[in-house]
């Protein structure tokens, strides 16, 4: 029986934040939307509400996982390149033991805003 072949879509990773958009560099969690390891696009993940309690605008909301603690939603924008214009890859990303599941990649492809 041949083994399943592992898709990197949906996986979450750890990178910093000078990295996509450049700045200080806080450590930011990433989801996975293609296939391609050397050529990937990521989206964001950030906390649902802002340091005042109010809820963020345009965020996907995501269910929550064991790596991420807070109630997260992810970020509407594609990021498919560093801020350098060099392709991000994989090798250069920190992994997690974290996927998400089908149904918030679907809410994300399709992108339905502020619905749970």
Excluded: C
Excluded at 47 to 74: A, M, Q, W
């Amino acid at each position: 029986m041949a083994r399943r072949k592992r898709y990197i879509k949906g996986r979450v990773y750890i990178t910093d934040d000078k990295i996509l958009v450049g700045g200080k560099g806080k450590k930011r969690r990433v989801v996975s939307m293609g296939n391609d390891k050397n050529n990937m696009a990521v989206r964001r993940i950030s906390s649902l509400y802002d340091k005042n309690g109010k809820k963020k605008e345009r965020l996907i909301p995501i269910e929550k996982y064991p790596d991420i603690p807070k109630p997260s939603g992810v970020e509407y924008k594609t990021f498919r390149k560093t801020i350098s214009g060099k392709p991000i890859q994989e090798k250069y990303l920190g992994k997690t033991n974290t996927r998400l599941n089908k149904w918030d990649m679907a809410r994300i492809r399709r992108g339905n805003f502020n619905k749970k």
